[in-house]
């Protein structure tokens, strides 16, 4: 076992939360899209959401998403390819990791992915920091 995993591990122990399936985790994800107004669904088409278990090796650990891909204005984001596709990656481990309930988690992969899709729309991250949570995510059933 790896030192990350063993990380992982230990941390998974303090909280006592169990893994959720990835089907569990992918309905959390398809819940957070539902919470978009109709007016943003045609700008997203071509955008895919993609849950990985954990971030790659390259990034901080605790990464709960990323946004690859040009803004709806066409711009492109420094590491993208000009043609890669748009996708928003959430990350299920450091989800799991961060939160102590369904209900915390509910939340923060609904806000997670909220705010991938503003970098989508062109919101840089400065903004979104000086924004705060979106609340949007607090409206799940």
Known sequence: MSLLQ??????RILADWPSLTREHFDALAQDALNLLPNWAR???ERVVVVVEDEPPPD???DLLGLYTGSTVFGETD???WPEAPHVVT??????????HSHGELRVEVAETILHEIAHHFGIEEETLDEIGPIERARDLP
């Open 6 to 11: 063993r990380r992982h591990e230990y941390h």
């Open 42 to 44: 045609p700008y997203l």
């Open 59 to 61: 990034e901080d650990p």
């Open 78 to 80: 420094s590491s993208a």
């Open 90 to 99: 959430v990350y299920q481990g450091p989800h799991e990791r961060q939160c």
